[in-house]
């Protein structure tokens, strides 16, 4: 009997990286015209039954790809049961290859079974239905739909996404070298066999060490038209970008994770980059000026955790959402005029400023004309409170409905700043107000803040209140006690307390407050 075998390099690859992405079981493949079963990568031949007509089976070993590409071998079987060829083809690959064939003893039927009828119907689903199916499942599970029918084959190989996480493969191996060999093989198989371009591509896996790979796949990308790139590097030092990653000509997302950032000194921005993510990033002062004002699209910006500048100088006509956190010296706003969305978190205390003119505290809201949302968290509420600051802002902003202060509730100059604040934004819909406790039980109480007259004003579009992190001291009770008098459509106030020491207290203080909204709640929330 005479026995024709064909395959290709796409097959092969797809069949060593699915052993790769899951050794414990055996996954179907279809390799050319053949359906086939993969054997657990142990270094044994294993019986298949008569279910499959042809097995192939790989060793677990690099192969030269390009010199058996299309290659066609001839195997000569006179046994008409079921028998086994094995051969080697040394003069195609520098690793034995191991084929196994065996002939079926039944033919198939002609009429096709009910799981071929299954198969069509999932088949014949529109192309972008196909590739949205494809496009949420983890790299693992795309590459295993290669079983599903010949039309699904080479379907994943198409897909614009390819995202590399914890997901994308099931490495039981205590071997940290071990582990990350078995990522970079998955992943260079994957970057092989790709046909297509690549929108989105993502690598965030905490077993990933390998700088040299990086950089090499990182090359591979900007050779296409990647327009999403999100990089986290969860161990080791500070991962230094490659200069081919600031050649990416339509990247639209930049999302950076325990990276150094130098470009070169021919680099322009990225001319199309509408939304930046750094964190825990290393780049000069120098740099980061540059880099925000050569994306002249920029419309979302995040900075946690960075080093190696602290002022923060924000020039971006485009800018609508920014969120940053860390340590810093200053910050400010430079035509930023379409900036709508701003949470901001000074992480270091600051003490010992003497205060000065109130050009902090202005120039923070001055380029700030249509914010909506604004979160001052941490300590930045005492950086601008280190300024002179004013009764009330010289205009007021008139689109924000939403504020969120982290506030020392015995700080004079804190209540100051937020007072101001609060009686500059006379269309505010929702407040927060979110103490910290564990800096007030150190400072004495401060008394008759809130509660003085001359603090008197209207909140007309006032619904809803938060306070949280309550101890229940005489100034968290005024601001309180502030609030639901001047709240005339107020709709509800929830109360958390940061213990539930003197909770019974607190709920009775807070039932003897005049509310200006009849129809106003007041909810104790438990700790």
Known sequence: MHVEVEFALVDLMVVRMVGC?????????????????????????????????????????????????????????DDHTKSLALLRLCSLCPVPLKLLLFQKQREPPNFPCEMDTELDRISSLPGHVLDQILSVLPIRDAVRTSALSRKWRYKWSQIPHLVFDTQCASITSQDQTIVKNELVNIIDSVLLLHNGPIYKFKLSHRDLLGVSDIDRWILHLSRGSTKEFVLEIWKGQRYKLPSCLFSFENLTHLELFNCLLKPPSAFKGFRNLKSLDLQHVTLAQEVFENLISSCALLERLTLMNFDGFTHLKINAPNLQFFDIGGIFDDVSFENTSLLTLVSIGLYA?????????????????????????????SYFIKYLALSKVPSRLPKPCMDLNYISIRINFNDFEENSAALCILKSCPNLQEIEMLGRPEEQADEEPQTGFWGDDQWKCLFGQLRLVKMVGISGIRSELDCIKFLLSNSPVLEQMTVKPASIEGGWELVKELLRFRRASIQAEVIYLEP
């Not at 054997?39 to 790989?58: M, N």
């Not at 030269?64 to 071998?73: E, F």
């Not at 205390?349 to 979160?375: A, D, M, T, W, Y």
């Open 349 to 377: 205390n600051v003490r010992n400023v003497s205060h000065g003119s109130s050009s902090k505290f202005l120039r923070f809201f001055v380029n700030l004309p249509h914010i909506r949302r604004l979160e001052i968290q």
């Open 21 to 77: 992405l899951d050794r414990k079981l055996a996954m179907m493949v279809v390799v050319d015209v053949m359906v086939v079963r993969l054997c657990d990568y142990d270094h044994r031949s294993k019986q298949i039954g008569g279910e499959w007509r042809r097995c192939l089976w790989v060793m677990d070993a690099k192969l030269d790809y390009l010199n058996i590409l299309n290659s066609r071998v001839r195997v000569n079987d």
